[in-house]
């Protein structure tokens, strides 16, 4: 491949990425006009990406029922989350993804202060909701720009992912310490149980993973580390499915809906192949289940594991440690599979390119 058509990927890449990422960034959401009109426009630079790309016949035949699986999804669940995933990491070939990450760091962290900014002063609306727990509590909330308080916190999360996997071994305690700090302090205006506690975790897992530990408990923590979606899913299925007989988890309102609403999906649609439209239910795995299909479901799964064994075999405890707190979060929120909320997701594109990435990837 000349230099010049490289370069020409790579501007058409980042065209199509950072329209993306500017969309999320400045928080909107498949309902805005505007952004509905943004990505039409990147999946058009996306295509245009993978046509003007060389591929081998194994490749292609890859890329194209990849993405038509991703089309298929998007016609019958009216949902373009999968078709955005397929299209990003098909046409990550050739593409040095610790540039993307990198790249997507300073585009998410900088639209995020600038707009928690403008929304603390006043400049924009905080976006301010009121959430009427058990017990006649009322919780104010504020979105601070975003569409939800919840999507404000998992913002946090995201640009936290992206620091662990840009910095890692050079993070230290107090960095862990500054990041929790700031988590706290999102959380004081978001209100977000669930996304400061998954991100509180994500820090704890995260430094207790880059600790020195002996051989068998280490082996230990990759066992369970590479089996944590297969975990997840399960807990989803036998939870949804037994969830008379955890009556203690009634006592926990947040936890009892996110339930409550994966068990009616499953209770008013049908078998999963290609998805449905409308699905109502936070419940992560469920929600993916009957938002994209069983086909999407299964790949999704398999591909997230085989991704933490490739970090096992690498030795990268960071990366495991990212991706088994993505799994946890993925539990409770429905949007964490999609590659435009959840940007280190663009990781799967080494199980699909492999040696195509450059050395420096990892």
């Not at 993405?67 to 019958?76: A, D, E, K, P, R």
């Not at 540039?99 to 202060?113: H, Q």
């Not at 408990?217 to 989803?236: H, L, P, T, V």
């Not at 390119?353 to 990837?361: A, D, P, Q």
């Amino acid at each position: 491949m000349t230099k010049r058509k490289t370069n020409i990927e790579n501007f058409i890449f980042y065209i199509f990425w950072s329209i993306l990422l500017v969309g999320k960034g400045l928080g909107l959401n498949s309902k805005d006009t505007i952004y509905i009109y943004m990505t039409y426009s990147a999946v058009i630079f996306a295509a245009l990406k993978l046509f003007i790309t060389k591929w081998t016949k194994k490749e292609l035949m890859v890329t194209v029922l990849l993405n038509v699986l991703g089309i298929t999804i998007w016609y019958f669940s009216k949902d373009a989350a999968a078709l955005l995933l397929t299209i990003t990491i098909t046409s990550l070939k050739g593409i040095d993804i610790k540039k993307v990450l990198n790249y997507s760091l300073l585009i998410l962290a900088s639209l995020f202060i600038v707009k928690v900014t403008l929304a603390l002063n006043g400049i924009i609306d905080k976006q301010m909701l009121i959430r009427y727990d058990s017990g006649n509590v009322h919780t104010v909330r504020y979105a601070l720009g975003y569409i939800h308080p919840n999507a404000t916190q998992s913002m946090v999360f995201v640009i936290f992912s992206l620091i662990i996997l840009k910095y890692k071994n050079k993070i230290k305690v107090i960095h862990y310490i500054i990041m929790f700090l700031i988590n706290y302090w999102m959380f004081r205006y978001t209100n977000s149980r669930t996304g400061f506690l998954v991100t509180t975790s994500l820090l704890l897992i995260t430094w207790l993973y880059s600790r020195k530990w002996n051989d068998s408990i280490k082996g230990m923590i990759y066992w369970f580390s590479e089996r944590s979606y297969i975990i997840g899913a399960m807990i989803s299925l036998i939870i949804c499915f037994s969830f008379s007989k955890f009556t203690i988890l009634l006592k926990y309102t947040t936890l009892a809906s996110r339930v409550i609403t994966a068990i009616n999906t499953i209770n008013t649609h049908g078998f999963p192949l290609f998805g449905f439209p409308n699905i109502v239910t936070d419940w992560g795995y469920i929600s993916m289940l009957y938002d994209k299909g069983i086909i999407f479901f299964v790949l999704f799964i398999i591909s997230m594991s085989k991704l933490l064994m490739y970090f096992k075999e690498k030795n990268d405890t960071y990366s495991v440690a990212v991706f088994v707190s993505i799994a946890i979060y993925t539990l409770t929120e429905a949007y964490f599979s999609s590659i435009v909320v959840n940007i280190p997701l663009l990781y799967l594109g080494i199980l699909l390119h492999g040696n195509s990435f450059k050395k420096e990837t990892i």
